[in-house]
């Protein structure tokens, strides 16, 4: 199993090869589509895994608020997982947008995800390769955007404590982790 993490600043950036359901973070992360029908992927894990209640509140969420737009997020409580919340989150379908534009909604989408978690005064979250599933996006790409905002997120005062990122196969695992790598050796250059 990968397990490999990173200090900035008194912060961890950890990257684990493994089933998201399972961690102990203060939430994790879902890669959902704008109505939160939780019926495939990481989604449908997280709610199996979790219990009804997850489904039941995300339609709440969806009664009131309507679809969730490109790059937002929410959350709703965990169920019978270990964390105290599953932030909600969609991503942006790669083919549905040019790849400048798909970029800044992957962006959006992560940075919506911190908004939350200090928001709701969190410590911890764990996060999928939002997108790069059945949305399409390059695996490299989202890595690469994904970590590099994540370091910017870390360096800030005001930020998570530890945020990882839990791949579920080898290929996306690895790709994270050499992501990774090069993002704290230009991180360590500029200290």
Partial sequence: MLDISFEIKDKILEIVKGDITLRNTDAIVNA???YLQHG???????VRRGGDIIQAESN????????????????TSAGNLKSKYVIHVV???YNEYAPDAATEF??????SCFDLALK???KSISVPAISSGIYGFPKDRCADILIQETFKHLEKRESL???EFVL????TADIFANTAKKYFEIYKNKK
Avoid: C, H
């Avoid at 608020?65 to 937002?72: A, E, L, V």
């Avoid at 579920?168 to 290929?171: C, R, T, V």
């Fill in 40 to 46: 495939g992927g990481v989604a449908l894990a997280i």
């Fill in 32 to 34: 959902a589509n704008k």
């Fill in 168 to 171: 579920f196969d080898e290929i």
């Fill in 91 to 93: 991503g942006p379908d």
């Fill in 60 to 75: 709440m969420i969806i009664r009131n608020q309507g679809p969730i737009p490109t790059g937002k997020a929410v959350y």
């Fill in 106 to 111: 992957l962006k959006m989408s992560i940075n």
């Fill in 161 to 163: 404590k530890r945020v």
């Fill in 120 to 122: 709701l005064r969190l």
